[in-house]
């Protein structure tokens, strides 16, 4: 019987504390209305807290609206590669062409490079997409092999010693541990982004194109005598870049050939005598 008496009593005063509760929110709600519709009607501007990127990102969300024009202002040839797989804080998806950082919570700076090195010669190019960029440090650039991967810290990874060259989303460059200013202002916060990246292997130079519009050339006097890998690091948790596009700028009349014979009905029947060996070899390159 006591007993009863005591869980009716602390029903009670639960909801009592239910009722004060309700009004206490009911009554927030309306002075927050109260001083939105003054701050309007007095024309001063009202800031919200920005959303947080999603957790998984959507298929919509995913689709780059931003229509590259490097079709429409280079030739080209299909240079392939793809991102390679490192350790468990990131995730690679679509046949490694997409990376989504740190999936779970992120403690940690993690650097991505291609499988491959870029060739010694010639002129390559690739774009990134990132349909959102935010956190400490988002980079896009190159590196050598000795390049490190991972740290502990929220820090930007490549260039943070003379095995990388990167532009970070707070428009600086970064090489040898030394920071400078290339862009205007930041990438905007929050909003999709496509970072293009043009490598000049012959004159040893890296550019940058954001959003179709050339930013000009970043670094120069890029080493030879090293192996040069694409590269992209983020400190951010759940962000994601997509590989939209890689090839090899054809910058010459012999290259420009080998792309018009590549397309022709000749390449299909690659057996044909009227084309001479060594060329059928550069053509299964």
């Given amino acids: 019987m006591n007993m009863s008496k005591k869980q009716e009593e602390e029903k009670k005063i639960f909801q009592r504390w239910y009722w004060?509760?309700?009004?206490?929110?009911?009554?927030?709600?309306?002075?927050?209305?109260?001083?939105?519709?003054?701050?309007i009607r007095s024309g001063s501007v009202v800031r919200s807290t920005p959303p947080s990127p999603s957790l998984w990102w959507s298929s919509t969300?995913?689709?780059?609206?931003?229509?590259?024009?490097?079709?429409?202002?280079?030739?080209?040839?299909?240079?392939?590669?793809?991102?390679i797989k490192t350790n468990s804080t990131t995730v690679l998806?679509?046949?490694?062409?997409?990376i989504l950082f740190h999936p779970r919570i992120s403690s940690s700076t993690q650097v991505i490079l291609a499988d491959r090195p870029l060739p010694s010669n010639g002129?390559?190019?690739?774009?990134?997409?990132?349909?959102?960029?935010?956190?400490?440090?988002?980079?896009?650039?190159?590196?050598t092999k000795k390049q490190k991967?991972?740290?502990?810290?929220?820090?930007?990874?490549?260039?943070?010693?003379?095995?990388?060259?990167?532009?970070?989303?707070?428009?600086?460059?970064?090489?040898?541990?030394?920071?400078r200013s290339y862009l205007e202002?930041?990438?905007?916060?929050?909003?999709?982004?496509?970072?293009?990246?043009?490598?000049?292997?012959?004159?040893?130079?890296?550019?940058?194109?954001?959003?179709?519009?050339s930013m000009g050339i970043a670094f120069d006097s890029i080493p030879k005598n090293v192996s040069i890998y694409p590269a992209v690091s983020s400190t951010s948790a759940h962000s994601?870049?997509?590989?939209?596009?890689?090839?090899?700028?054809?910058?010459?009349?012999?290259?420009?050939?080998?792309?018009?014979?590549?397309?022709?009905?000749?390449?299909?029947?690659?057996n044909c005598q009227l084309i001479p060996q060594h060329l059928i070899r550069q053509l299964m390159r």
Avoid at 20 to 39: G, H, M, P, T, V
Avoid at 174 to 179: P, V
Avoid at 253 to 267: A, D, G, M, P, Q
Wanted: aromatic share 10%.
């Fill in 149 to 179: 991967l991972v740290s502990e810290n929220f820090t930007n990874l490549i260039g943070i010693d003379q095995y990388g060259w990167a532009l970070s989303h707070h428009g600086l460059l970064w090489h040898n541990g030394i920071s």
């Fill in 185 to 213: 202002k930041s990438f905007e916060p929050l909003r999709p982004v496509l970072v293009g990246l043009e490598f000049d292997a012959d004159v040893r130079t890296l550019s940058y194109t954001i959003n179709n519009q």
């Fill in 93 to 98: 998806i679509n046949n490694n062409q997409q």
């Fill in 123 to 143: 002129k390559f190019y690739w774009e990134i997409y990132m349909p959102a960029v935010y956190g400490t440090s988002i980079m896009f650039g190159i590196a």
């Fill in 240 to 270: 994601t870049m997509i590989l939209k596009h890689c090839c090899q700028i054809c910058s010459s009349l012999r290259e420009i050939c080998l792309k018009i014979v590549r397309s022709t009905i000749l390449f299909n029947n690659i």
């Fill in 61 to 83: 969300s995913l689709i780059c609206h931003l229509k590259s024009r490097h079709h429409f202002n280079k030739i080209c040839i299909e240079n392939k590669w793809q991102w």
């Fill in 20 to 39: 004060l509760e309700k009004r206490r929110r009911k009554r927030k709600r309306r002075n927050n209305i109260i001083i939105q519709q003054s701050n």
